[in-house]
């Protein structure tokens, strides 16, 4: 089947389905069981009458930089020309999403903060604990200002399941994009290493890997090891390992961290057996994994399908191969991936900056933007008139085309809670221990006891 018309079919089933059917007969439905898409008041009254946003200058902080930055001034600059309002967004970039949180951290007590942010959902969870973050619940639901029930089954379910906060009970994220986990593969050297696909499974990852290690790529460039995988010590490539062992990080409730089960030692066991055998070892710089698949001395790295662009560059300078994405290995039925991605939150102000602010969030989520955004980024966008109109990107650039499809898969939740983001430097502690002789299972209770104390502490 030709791809444009198999994704026809594809987004036709996601804008007809309450929950997104998987887009090939394997795959299973996203499942979400602690959100519900919302829906409409009965009655058409708005919760912001009287309220005017007409002529408001609001500011919008974000982490993007490079052509990204340079994207975004583009878009905030057709926004402030063309809203009917008069309103007008300020964008300031803060230089990464480590330098944004940091910053209003920082300016949470002095009250230096702006009228929306980029915010990982944890991140946002973190700011509401402090009071300073709006809930957007009223907005997405309100008659005048928010969705009509047909825009919002729009969305994909998991965008708008992905923002709402369990220790709050509300969404307090819109979700203009999305990310995810995958597998990045040398297709030329599984070749000649006589194996016909990408491994499906972990134990046939360890056998392609092992394998390459002891067996160079004819075209790899440059000097260095020869790896299986080059991985890099960080929480999301964990969450990964664990997802697709059909573990979890928190429980069902997000009341505690339950990575230290089966599924988190075997993770952690089989990672370390990999570097034991020397088919696997840790990328010594940022992004090293990438600059060495590029240039054919790594056969496998995981990283997000956001790299898929730095990736496809790495290649054209360096060894020059066939290559492409899978989901990552799984012992479960079907693929379980890691999909993820920041959204936009509000900071508390007056009733007009708040309504502006949301505003310019409903306009960055319309499909013509979200269209223009992901086929300039490499990310998802997360509703399917989006997607319908990047037939033609997803013509010219197949690899999105098929790491597309893997969004329908089952997923789990990479943490939506206060805390968080100290409990990822734990969880990266615990590699770094195991990887380095420590037993897994203590290091693992360890680690969660340690992330339980950060989720109490920041309880709201």
């Given at each position: 089947m030709k791809l444009r018309k198999m994704f026809g079919l594809l987004v036709a089933a996601a804008m007809l389905l309450p929950l997104i059917a998987a887009c090939t007969p394997t795959a299973e439905p996203t499942a979400e069981p602690t959100a519900e898409v919302p829906t409409q008041p009965a009655e058409a009254v708005s919760a912001f009458e009287g309220v005017d946003p007409s002529g408001q200058t609001v500011v919008y902080w974000h982490q993007n930089t490079g052509s990204r930055a340079e994207l975004m001034t583009s878009l905030v600059e057709d926004f402030n020309g063309s809203n009917e309002w008069g309103i007008t967004v300020v964008e300031e970039s803060q230089g990464g999403y480590n330098d944004l949180y940091t910053k209003i951290i920082a300016?949470?007590?002095?009250?230096?903060?702006?009228?929306?942010?980029?915010?990982?959902?944890?991140?946002?969870?973190?700011?509401?604990?402090?009071?300073?973050?709006?809930?957007?619940?009223?907005?997405?639901?309100?008659?005048?200002?928010?969705?009509?029930?047909?825009?919002?089954?729009?969305?994909?379910?998991?965008?708008?399941?992905?923002?709402?906060?369990?220790?709050?009970?509300?969404?307090?994220?819109?979700?203009?994009?999305?990310?995810?986990?995958?597998?990045?593969?040398?297709?030329?050297?599984?070749?000649?290493?006589?194996?016909?696909?990408?491994?499906?499974?972990?134990?046939?990852?360890?056998?392609?890997?092992?394998?390459?290690?002891?067996?160079?790529?004819?075209?790899?460039?440059?000097?260095?090891?020869?790896?299986?995988?080059?991985?890099?010590?960080?929480?999301?490539?964990?969450?990964?390992?664990?997802?697709?062992?059909?573990?979890?990080?928190?429980?069902?409730?997000?009341?505690?961290?339950?990575?230290?089960?089966?599924?988190?030692?075997?993770?952690?066991?089989?990672?370390?057996?990999?570097?034991?055998?020397?088919?696997?070892?840790?990328?010594?710089?940022?992004?090293?994994?990438?600059?060495?698949?590029?240039?054919?001395?790594?056969?496998?790295?995981?990283?997000?399908?956001?790299?898929?662009s730095y990736y496809g560059q790495a290649v054209s300078e360096g060894a020059n191969f066939a290559w492409s994405v899978n989901p990552p290995p799984h012992t479960t039925a079907e693929p379980r991936m890691n999909i993820y991605g920041a959204s936009q939150s509000i900071f508390a102000g007056t009733p007009e900056q708040q309504l502006a602010s949301w505003l310019f969030l409903k306009w960055m989520s319309e499909p013509e933007q979200q269209a223009k955004w992901a086929s300039s980024t490499g990310y998802f966008p997360t509703r399917a008139s989006a997607a319908e109109m990047m037939k033609e990107y997803m013509d010219e650039n197949p690899t999105y085309a098929k790491a597309f499809q893997f969004l329908f898969y089952d997923s789990g939740v990479e943490s939506p809670v206060a805390g968080y983001d100290e409990c990822r430097a734990e969880i990266s502690n615990m590699i770094n221990a195991v990887l380095g002789g420590a037993d897994a299972k203590p290091e693992l209770d360890k680690a969660v006891e340690a992330c339980n104390q950060y989720l109490e502490e920041a309880a709201p």
């Open positions: 300016g949470i007590p002095a009250k230096q903060l702006p009228n929306m942010s980029v915010a990982y959902q944890n991140q946002a969870a973190t700011y509401a604990v402090q009071g300073v973050l709006v809930e957007l619940d009223p907005y997405v639901n309100d008659p005048v200002w928010g969705y009509t029930e047909a825009e919002l089954a729009d969305f994909f379910p998991i965008a708008l399941a992905a923002d709402y906060l369990p220790q709050f009970k509300g969404r307090y994220g819109w979700p203009p994009y999305k990310s995810m986990e995958v597998m990045y593969y040398n297709e030329d050297w599984l070749k000649e290493l006589g194996f016909d696909g990408p491994p499906e499974t972990w134990a046939e990852f360890e056998e392609m890997a092992c394998k390459a290690a002891g067996q160079p790529f004819s075209k790899q460039t440059g000097e260095g090891p020869v790896l299986g995988y080059e991985y890099s010590v960080d929480a999301s490539r964990f969450a990964s390992f664990i997802f697709s062992r059909g573990g979890n990080i928190l429980n069902e409730d997000a009341t505690s961290y339950i990575f230290n089960d089966d599924a988190g030692a075997e993770a952690l066991t089989y990672l370390r057996g990999l570097v034991e055998k020397g088919c696997a070892a840790q990328s010594t710089e940022q992004y090293g994994d990438q600059t060495d698949f590029g240039a054919g001395r790594v056969l496998f790295t995981m990283s997000s399908i956001s790299g898929l």
